[in-house]
C-alpha cells in the first residue's frame, strides 16, 4: 500500500523542487530517508517501570517498536553510571516513515495547544529539521487514562537535502506547518 504522502511527493514535490533549484535528473531532488522520535526518561534510573511506559508510548504512536538506550558516560551530578537505560528512540523508514509524518502534521501537531506553527529554524545546517514536543497526548492512539505521565520527547526529520534552504522548502511542500517569520514563536 503506497501512502498518499509519498505519491503527492512522487508527482507534485519533486517537479515543485526541481523548478524551484534548478535540478537536472530527478534524483538530485531532496527526499525525506528516516525519521527518528527519541525519548528521554531520566527518572528511569530509580523506577524501572517509567522507562516500560514511556517504550510503550513510543511503540503506540510509532507502531515500531523503540531500542533502549544506554547512558555512555558516568555522571556523578546527576547520579547516573555508564549503562544504565535511560531512554528509547525509533528509527522509522519506508511505509512507516510516511504514516508516521502525515501522523504529526495533519493530526498530531494541529492539536497542540495554542499552536502557531513550528519554527523554520530548527536545522542543523544539513537539511535535517529536530522538533520537541512537550507531550505524547497530542497523538489520537495514547488514551489519557493510560499514561502514567505526560512526556516530552523529540522528533528528528533526517532528508538527502544539502542546506537548510532545500530542506524547509521540502517539508513544506510535504505540509510541515512552518510559523510565520512575523510572529514571535
Do not use: C
Amino acid at each position: 500500500m503506497a501512502h498518499y504522502l509519498k505519491e503527492k511527493y512522487r508527482q507534485e514535490t519533486t517537479s515543485q523542487l526541481m523548478d524551484d533549484f534548478g535540478y537536472k535528473n530527478v534524483m538530485q531532488v531532496p527526499r525525506l530517508e528516516k525519521i527518528i522520535v527519541n525519548v528521554g526518561v531520566g527518572e528511569a534510573k530509580d523506577n524501572a517501570k517509567a522507562l516500560d511506559s514511556a517504550v510503550d508510548d513510543i511503540a503506540t504512536i510509532t507502531a515500531q517498536r523503540p531500542i533502549i538506550t544506554k547512558a555512555r558516560k558516568s555522571i556523578a551530578n546527576f547520579k547516573l553510571r555508564e549503562g544504565v537505560s535511560i531512554g528509547a528512540k525509533v528509527t522509522l523508514r519506508g511505509e512507516k516513515m510516511w504514516a508516521f509524518y502525515d501522523r504529526l502534521v495533519n493530526i498530531a501537531l494541529p492539536r497542540t495547544r495554542d499552536f502557531r506553527g513550528v519554527s523554520p529554524n530548527s536545522f542543523d545546517g544539513r537539511g535535517n529539521f529536530s522538533l520537541g514536543l512537550t507531550e505524547q497526548l497530542i497523538f489520537p492512539e495514547i488514551e489519557y487514562d493510560k499514561i502514567d505521565k505526560s512526556r516530552g520527547f523529540e522528533v528528528t526529520v533526517v532528508t538527502s537535502a544539502p542546506d537548510d534552504e532545500q530542506g524547509r522548502r521540502l517539508l513544506q511542500l510535504l505540509g510541515m506547518p512552518f510559523a510565520r517569520g512575523d510572529q514571535n514563536v
